[in-house]
């Protein structure tokens, strides 16, 4: 394996391999876990080579706070990165990925940014749509994996990559989950004991959304989630929407030939979660 900490360096190594063989991409902000290197394992297997990227984007936190509590682990990834035979680490400093100012591009997505995280984050998908760009432009990959954890960045990417006519295919890489159901996250390892115990609420709470989808209406699915929410001491609900999957548009009416997906965030503290299920 690999490790390279600037542009120049990678692309002089990038630009020695032969142009045919295929580049899987895995973006991280490091902090990795079984979730990421399952997405390395999955690049792997469809790429001759694979290049993860570690590097915690300053444009898509609108809090600093969350950005200054952001884990960083570069000697554990390196580790674990290496145990499964990845090719390729890429550590870029900010001022490689950013050389003028460190400022998010705006983009128009279409409004997927405007909904969920986009609401209640502010700038963050610029903030993304940014740093995935200039990755790519640097890496020039052949397949780029996201997980679904983040499914609304995936839509996303998906959209900007459509638009900007960009030459990678985006494979998205299903959540990995605890064997309680808590979506595997960098941010588990913020949660105290008590608020680690209590996190698998929230996969129980979208797969009884889930068992109920067909027979209840969306109005009473909100409702009932608030309440499993009000009445928890220790997790707060932020927002919780059925979605159209692919316009990520919420909705009180459900329509035929239409494809839903609940989206949830919640904070346990300052630890700030979120998690989705497909509906139908
Ligand atoms: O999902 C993440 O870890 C980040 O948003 C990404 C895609 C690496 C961009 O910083």
Known sequence: MKVFKTVGLLQKKLMS?????SI?????????????????KKAKKENELVVVSVFVNPTQFDKADDL????????????LLKEIHCDIVFIPS???VYPENVQSSNFDFDGLDKVMEGAFRDGHFDGVGTVVKRLFEIVEPTRAY??????????????????????????????????DGLAMSS??????EEQREEAPLIHQTLLNV?????????????????????????LELEYFEIANTSTLLSTNNKLPNINYRAFIAVFAGKVRLIDNIALN
């Open 146 to 179: 996201f997980g679904e954890k983040d499914f609304q960045q995936l839509q996303v990417i998906k959209k900007m990559v459509k638009k900007d006519n960009i030459a990678v295919q985006i494979v998205p890489c299903e959540i990995y989950r605890e064997n």
């Open 94 to 96: 900010v001022e490689d």
């Open 24 to 40: 899987g991409f895995v973006p991280t902000m490091g902090a990795l876990h079984k979730g990421h290197l399952s997405i390395v």
């Open 210 to 234: 889930k068992k109920l989808f067909s027979e209840r209406d969306i109005k009473y699915l909100k409702k009932m989630v608030e309440d499993i929410f009000k009445s928890n001491d220790i």
């Open 68 to 79: 200054k509590s952001y884990p960083v682990t570069v000697d554990n990834d390196l580790k």
């Open 17 to 21: 391999i032969d142009k045919n063989r």
């Open 187 to 192: 941010r588990n390892t913020r949660l105290s």
